[in-house]
T-cell receptor, first 116, second 108 residues
Framework: NAGVTQTPKFQVLKTGQSMTLQCAQD?????MYWYRQDPGMGLRLIYY???????DKGEVPNGYNVSRLNKREFSLRLESAAPSQTSVYFC???????????????FGPGTRLTVL | GQQLNQSPQSMFIQEGEDVSMNCTSS?????WLWYKQDPGEGPVLLIA?????ELTSNGRLTAQFGITRKDSFLNISASIPSDVGIYFC????????FGTGTRLTIIP
């Protein structure tokens, strides 16, 4: 099992450029998440997908869109990047809620994005 | 959005010392989780707590789910160099809410 994988690891964009961050998991998890992490702060939820075919906004969704392409893949898109979106982005996945001990989130290694 | 109050923000300790950190919230959570993050990596789950009052150990780590369901603590005994990193608490109802992290540094 590779767990949760993310690409790319690093990216530099100019203001106004667009890009898509990719995430995939091979653990057959139903739920997937995108977070951003900024210095001195914990992770903040951008969007999540409770199951294939559904997506919902999290705490900080503005400037982002997501696609749950299939059960394995959940992508995050920046249509017009802004310097305020400079951050480290983490994807996570977990089993369906209510399955007791397996009800925990597993994180990918992160994508470090800089917007100039 | 809500964030948990995690303290201390940073700790500087010597190898072999015990460590204690905690999280408090104004809201009740159904689950408390503790993660560790190494530089350049994603958070890795250390301990998950599912019931108020639960005390759970994972090697040298011990965590407790507060009786009020509004707090949790993590203890690390006899710290070693690989304990260095940032520790995050997280509370969950429908979604996870993260603390701001405790950065642990071991000084020679």
């Amino acid at each position: 099992n590779a767990g949760v994988t993310q690409t790319p690891k690093f990216q530099v964009l100019k203001t106004g450029q667009s890009m898509t961050l990719q995430c995939a998991q091979d653990m057959n998890h139903n739920s997937m998440y995108w977070y951003r992490q900024d210095p001195g702060m914990g992770l903040r939820l951008i969007y999540y997908s409770a199951s294939e075919g559904t997506t919902d906004k999290g705490e900080v969704p503005n400037g982002y869109n997501v696609s749950r392409l299939n059960k394995r893949e959940f992508s995050l898109r920046l249509e017009s990047a802004a310097p305020s979106q400079t951050s480290v982005y983490f994807c996570a996945s977990r089993y369906t809620p209510g399955q007791g001990e397996r009800n925990t989130q597993y994180f990918g290694p992160g994508t470090r994005l800089t917007v100039l | 959005g809500q964030q948990l109050n995690q303290s201390p923000q940073s700790m500087f300790i010597q190898e072999g010392e015990d460590v204690s950190m905690n999280c408090t919230s104004s809201s009740i959570f159904n689950t408390w989780l503790w993660y560790k993050q190494d530089p350049g990596e994603g958070p890795v789950l250390l301990i998950a707590l599912y019931k108020a009052g639960e005390l759970t150990s994972n090697g040298r780590l011990t965590a407790q789910f507060g009786i009020t369901r509004k707090d949790s603590f993590l203890n690390i005994s006899a710290s070693i160099p690989s304990d260095v990193g940032i520790y995050f608490c997280a509370g969950r109802n429908e979604k996870l809410t993260f603390g701001t992290g405790t950065r642990l540094t071991i000084i020679p």
